[in-house]
């Protein structure tokens, strides 16, 4: 089972101590190639902290993640970005006062650094490919708004994943992407994510269990920092310490 | 390339316009309308101006409050008296002293010989590099030891305070080497071209005037790249611009090394023309003036900045004579006036003037005004600097200078 390479990630006995309380404690995860994850469990399982600690965000205390065979745990956060891990925040996290496109666009994985942005050129490549996203994340007609604040909740949600979507990211996690959005707009959500994992590894943490069931090949449980059980989402929902822990109430 | 270059630099219609007047301001309102003491008042409020552009660059852009521009100044503002000072002392005008040669406070001081640390400052070209590249090298180290720990915010802003003191405590306690608390005084020549005379002071004042038109003109060219949007980006959600890949500490660094720079050629243009730098210049009060001027112009406009440490400037020299004690306080009240009223200074007053007279786009919230000022959609658009002369009234360009 612990054979990395067979994997795009694997994590092994991942534990992050705050003062003392472990907010992932020995944690065991391993993600296949264009595999579709959902990481569920109640408030304050870890999920967020898991990938916090998988993005760089937060530190391990001691245990592995290892991406594409590479060890991430010693690395900074742009260096984990730019070996292709995109990350999307649990609260939505976009550049309220840029426009659509300038949202999009600052994401182009082209002049990442100080020389870069000032030598950066807005051509053909980099448009169409803000336009190709936009038009994917639902965002066509919204791509020329001055500021992305003014944008709805749920719009805010897939600007952010047309930013990760940008970076063309090979692992990418989203924590509760359709939080706050509409019925009608989860559905759209739940396909594209169908339609964005097709040729990437996806990690999702998410709540609604119709959700869920549209979109997870494998549902891990989190419980009190710990992996509960691992499986699919038929197997998870009836069983028993599941339902006590998350589902049961 | 070029075309959007050229388009940044001169921030389309309206920046172009606000460019003009200032240089017509600058170059030919108050030359011809001053005499030459009060243009060379004004030549010294400019060269304050380079200290305000460039927290326009790191506090309104990068959102970066430095309490300790002085350092930079002070420092450009050293390298360039250095070198005056070497010349001023040949050996024929200092036969008098015990050691001859050697700048006279050091002969007051007991030193012999001339410290190894002036030597190179007897060549311009030297002198020159070191005007840009001593303060940059500097802001270098304090920006990658702070930004690189993350070290931000209020933090940043007292750590440049404390650096700003230490440096005046030591430019003061080491007397001879440094001049002291007088400072480098008594400056003459420059190769040999006496900066004292009348024809002088006009040229200095012109070059100093082109010097900061230069720089505002790079400054929008900066802040019209990507790179201007990311500092806005940053300033905003820094934890999503790591998150898309972008070392936030080399922007930081890089930014507050420019700001170093821009400061240290106001510097060096502040020795030239008034003759002298002192510890005066280094410290904790002249760095929080500087951060006043930029408020009071527009902390997110280039030329705002400009105006607003020419009237902050002029106010004090009208106000300390009348009323040397109530000028700090008045100052301090200015600043609360304008964080709290007009958080975009002169320059978000302008806009909104402009905007009414021109009926252009409806108005929109406070904190929009920036996002127009970088790239726009969809093609690379010019940096809006809005600001231009202030109020009738207002203006130093029609009054006495005192
Ligand atoms: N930086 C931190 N310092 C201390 N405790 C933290 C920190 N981050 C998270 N926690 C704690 O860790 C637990 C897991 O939090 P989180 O990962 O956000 O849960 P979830 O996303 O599953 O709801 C919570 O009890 C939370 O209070
Ligand atoms: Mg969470």
């Known amino acids: 089972m612990s054979n990395n390479t067979d994997f795009i990630l694997s994590i092994e006995d991942l534990t992050v101590s705050f003062d003392g309380f472990k907010a992932v404690d020995m944690v065991n995860l391993y993600v296949d190639k264009n595999e579709l994850r959902v990481i569920i469990g109640p408030n304050g399982a870890g999920k967020t902290t898991l990938l916090d600690l998988i993005c760089g965000k937060t530190k391990a205390t001691s245990g592995s993640i290892k991406f594409k065979g590479k060890e991430l745990t010693k690395l900074a956060e742009h260096s984990i970005v730019r070996s292709g891990v995109g990350r999307k925040f649990q609260t939505p996290s976009i550049y309220e006062n840029l426009s659509v496109f300038q949202n999009l666009e600052m994401s182009f994985p082209r002049g990442r650094s100080v020389f870069g942005c000032l030598t950066f050129r807005r051509t053909t490549d980099v448009i169409d490919r803000v336009h190709e996203v936009a038009e994917q994340v639902m965002l066509k007609d919204s791509l020329y708004l001055e500021e992305a604040g003014l944008l709805s909740h749920g719009q805010k949600q897939w600007l952010e994943i047309g930013m990760l979507l940008m970076q063309d990211p090979e692992l990418l996690m989203l924590d509760e992407p359709v939080a706050g959005m509409s019925v009608k707009e989860r559905e759209q959500t739940a396909v594209l994510l169908n339609k964005i994992s097709q040729n990437r590894s996806v990690v999702v943490i998410e709540h609604d269990m119709e959700f869920v069931k549209r979109i997870a090949h494998k549902v891990t449980v989190l419980h009190q920092g710990k992996v509960l059980m691992e499986g699919k989402m038929d197997k998870v929902q009836s069983d028993p310490r599941v339902v006590e822990v998350y589902l049961g109430h | ?402």
């Open chain 2, 1 to 402: 390339m070029m075309k959007a270059m050229y388009q940044n630099m001169l921030g389309g219609r309206s920046g172009m316009i606000g460019l003009l007047i200032l240089a017509a301001i600058i170059f030919l309102v108050l030359p011809l309308g001053l005499d030459l003491f009060r243009l060379n008042l004004v030549g010294k409020y400019l060269t304050y101006a380079f200290v305000a552009v460039s927290l326009v660059l790191l506090w309104g852009y990068g959102g970066i409050l430095s309490l300790g521009q002085g350092i930079f100044f002070g420092l450009g503002g050293y390298c360039m008296a250095m070198f005056l000072k070497l010349e001023a002392s040949d050996p024929e005008s200092t036969k008098i002293q015990t050691t001859p040669g050697i700048p006279d406070f050091m002969d007051w001081n007991q030193l012999t010989a001339l410290p190894w640390f002036w030597e190179p400052f007897h060549s311009l070209t030297f002198t020159l590099i070191a005007i840009l590249a001593v303060p940059t090298l500097f802001a270098f180290i304090i920006g990658y030891a702070m930004f690189k720990r993350r070290v931000g915010g209020v933090y940043f802003a007292i750590i440049t305070q404390v650096i700003a003191l230490i440096l005046t405590i030591l430019i003061v306690g080491q007397q001879g080497y440094t001049g002291g608390v007088n400072g480098i005084t008594d400056l003459k020549t420059l190769m040999g071209w006496d900066i004292r005379t009348d024809s002088a002071k006009y040229i200095l004042y012109f070059i100093n005037g082109a010097l900061l038109i230069a720089v505002i003109l790079v400054s929008r060219v900066i802040l019209g790249s990507k790179f201007g949007m990311l500092m806005l980006a940053m300033r905003d959600k820094e934890e999503r611009v790591r998150f898309s890949g972008y070392d936030v500490a080399d922007f930081k660094i890089f930014v507050f090394c420019l700001a170093a720079m821009i400061s240290a050629i106001g510097g060096a243009m502040f020795t030239l023309q008034v003759g002298f730098m002192s510890p005066t210049f280094v410290g904790i009060v002249p760095s929080i003036e500087m951060v006043i001027f930029a408020a009071v112009g527009g902390r997110m406009s280039l030329i705002g900045a400009v105006y607003g440490a020419l009237l902050v400037n002029y106010g004090k020299t009208v106000f300390s004579e009348s009323y040397p004690e109530l000028w700090l306080f008045l100052m301090g009240g200015l600043f609360i006036a304008v964080v709290m009223f007009f958080p975009n200074g002169l320059a978000g007053i302008y806009d909104k003037y402009e905007k009414k007279l021109f009926t252009r786009k409806p108005r929109k919230g406070s904190a929009s005004a920036m996002s127009s000022r970088t790239l726009s959609d969809p093609q690379p658009g010019p940096v809006r600097d809005a600001a231009s002369p202030p109020a009738k009234g207002m203006g130093i360009s029609n009054q006495p200078v005192n």
